[in-house]
């Protein structure tokens, strides 16, 4: 029997060095990009035994799935923060906000008033990113750039939710060049925006990049990287 965990640790070893590798490149700091291993595609122990070779920050992109591993036996007592990577319904906000440690996909200003809701009621603040479409996939969910610096604008009405940064996906076809743009183009938004975002917000954290693309991301600036298939491989 192939020995599962041996081959994960081998997987989340092999995207380290990339981490580290592109950090190299692009001249960062390598503890400047955190790994968000996306465990969307394997059961609650398969995920443990991620967390056990070391990853301590996990993304799912279901808020049932999110709820359903981190309540999870054989996660329970792990020593893992759990990142809500995928799209939020109003209705599901509640019961993620306990769960969640960073939501990456605020993908709208009727989501935004719901999770500041959620989050006084609870008595929590909420911290999370706001999504944005840089590619203009109309199948994509996200802000539109243009819609973004109102948005920042509005923030000091929003008290009970910290918003760190901005997530975006790249474009689905067009490969690593195309991502690369729409990763420097979130980059760019980002520092156009935070000069004129109110006290106290600076949007340092850009979520951006997965297994197909993360070097370009990191290149672009990116401080969390989303990486799922590459940490799986020869498990599925
Ligand atoms: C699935 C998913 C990822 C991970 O994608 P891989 O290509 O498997 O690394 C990253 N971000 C989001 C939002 C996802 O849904």
Redesign the pocket.
């Known amino acids: 029997m192939t020995d599962r965990l041996s081959i994960v640790r081998e997987n989340l070893q092999a995207v380290r060095q990339r981490i580290a590798d592109a950090a190299g490149r692009a001249g960062r700091d390598p503890a400047g990009v955190r790994l968000v291993g996306?465990s969307?595609?394997v059961d609650a122990a398969t995920s443990g035994l991620l967390v056990e070779a070391g990853c301590r920050a996990l993304?799912e992109?279901r808020p049932q799935q999110l709820w359903a591993k981190a309540a999870a036996a054989e996660l329970a007592g792990a020593d893992v923060e759990w990142h809500l990577?995928?799209h939020l319904q109003r209705n599901k906000v509640r019961q993620t906000l306990p769960v969640a440690a960073l939501l990456?996909?605020v993908d709208s200003p009727r989501l935004l008033a719901a999770v500041q809701q959620a989050a006084q009621t609870l008595g929590l603040r909420a911290r999370a990113l706001l999504e944005v479409n840089c590619s203009g996939d109309p199948e994509k969910h996200g802000l539109a750039p243009d819609e973004l610096e109102a948005v920042v604008a509005s923030l000091p009405d929003f008290p009970a939710v910290q918003i760190d940064g901005l997530m975006t996906?790249a474009a689905r076809e067009g490969g690593r060049s195309e991502a690369q743009s729409n990763f420097a183009e979130l980059r760019e938004l980002r520092d156009r925006v935070a000069a004129s975002a109110p006290d106290g917000v600076t949007l340092s954290e850009l979520s951006m990049g997965?297994?197909?693309d993360f070097e370009e991301a990191i290149a672009e600036g990116a401080t969390l990287v989303?990486?799922?298939?590459?940490l799986w491989d020869g498990l599925r």
Request: charged share 10%; glycine share 22%; aromatic share 6%.
């Open positions: 996306v969307k595609y993304g992109s990577i995928g990456h996909s996906m997965m297994s197909g989303r990486v799922g298939s590459a």
